[in-house]
């Protein structure tokens, strides 16, 4: 165990009866410390003209300058290696040392681990058509997005994958959280919006296919539209999914003289509903549904929940999402919030 340093006041007391002519066992009686100790003391004060405590350089480094530069080097190259895979790869080489004499030395060089994004997977193909849909729409006015209907589908499960939670609790005692395999169960839900709020949500009952597809369109896309009084002339979103495309479906928008927005493949950073799924979902599992029925209607009472505003924004900001993907040649880039 590490003495307790003495105070600056004894150590200065030490150099003045060093001064006066006493020796080191006479100082050593008379202040009740180690002779070694007003040895020390006294070499100090002789060597830098000084009690106080010097900068230390602290214990040397287990690894080499080349070690380290290795490490910095490989971790670089591959972002997704492990603490583990670079202890043993230092181990190859005769350094055994702690993961966290590692992480200290990635941290040192300013790598830290981060929880990677996701984005979509990108083909040149893909990045051309974006690149495209970006630039020829940089331009068009705040109005003709306010016309825009945007929609999707998306899954919400019962138990949010069962995320770690952290709790206040006193030693010995236990608190637990019930868990479920497979999230217990889920359901699949398309809505859709515009700057003037959310419109009708409907729960998908099955597999969807293009028949079950128009029937959602058929039961909830005018009526969305009326409510958000978009008028007649509104432009309809949706993705590229082979239902959305097909034949049929294509004929239904047609017969009813709805305009449907071209859209990119590849693109759910595109689409500002992708927002609303995110906060739906966390609002949604704030409230703990115990079952898929509630599940279904807390969803929709969420979504019904969300505000103008915040909708309003989403659009209003959206040709920012434009610049991002023209700034990034039609690849990925960081989802607006």
Known sequence: MKNKEHTGQVR????????AGFGYKKISQALNIPRSTVQAIILKWKEYQTTANLPRPGRPSKLSAHTRRRLIRDAAKRPMITLDELQRSTAEVGDSVHTTTISCILHKSGLYGRVARRKPFLKDIHKKCRLKFATSHLGDTPNMWKKVLWSDETKIELFANNAKRYVWRKSNTEHTIPTVKHGGGSIMVWACFSSAGTGKMDKIDGKMDGAKYRTILEENLMESAKDLRLGRRFVFQQDNDPKHKA?????WFKN???????????????????????????AVHKCSPSNLNELELFCKEEWEKMSVSRCAKLIETYPKRLTAVIAAKGGAYKVLT
Not at 247 to 251: A, D, L, P, R, V
Not at 262 to 282: A, V, Y
């Open 12 to 19: 200065d007391t030490v150099v003045k009866k060093f001064k």
């Open 247 to 251: 034949k049929s479906t294509m004929e």
């Open 256 to 282: 009813k003289h709805i305009q449907v927005l071209e859209w990119p493949n590849q693109s759910p950073d595109l689409n500002p509903i992708e927002n609303l799924w995110k906060e739906l979902k966390t």
